[in-house]
């Protein structure tokens, strides 16, 4: 599987970004998929996770303003970032592995075999 992640920039604090994760070499339509991210000087941590058999997940700092959603169609995750704040600022990761993932380890990197190469999100004050 090979993950391309777009749709990163430059926006103002209070905007919106849509970005995209599109899936080659295999269908993820039934494969739990998330969005990390990693800050400058910082570790990557966890935003949002979308699975076939259980509801999204979101880490508590983007709840209510992060939305993760998929296109079976176009094998496509998406994370609609809206209210975006200064500390948004990272580079965004996509990541997939084959099948599910125990819901309590969704919210874990380790748990995810496939990344994509990341896109950079800057939110200016």
């Known amino acids: 599987v090979q993950l391309q992640a777009s749709g990163g920039g430059l926006v103002q604090a209070g905007g919106s970004l849509r970005l995209s994760c599109a899936a080659s070499?295999?269908?993820?339509?039934?494969?739990?998929m998330a969005w990390f991210r990693q800050a400058p000087g910082k570790e990557r941590e966890f935003v949002a996770a979308?699975?076939?058999?259980?509801?999204?997940i979101y880490a508590n700092s983007v709840k209510g303003r992060f939305t993760i959603s998929r296109d079976n169609a176009k094998n496509t995750v998406y994370l609609q970032m809206n209210s975006l704040k200064p500390e948004d600022t990272a580079v965004y990761y996509c990541?997939?592995?084959?099948?599910?993932?125990?819901?309590?380890?969704?919210?874990?990197?380790?748990?995810?075999?496939?990344w994509g190469q990341g896109t950079l999100v800057t939110v200016s004050s």
């Open positions: 070499g295999r269908t993820v339509s039934r494969d739990d």
């Open positions: 979308i699975s076939t058999f259980s509801a999204n």
């Open positions: 990541a997939t592995r084959n099948g599910r993932i125990v819901t309590s380890f969704r919210n874990q990197a380790e748990a995810y075999e496939y």
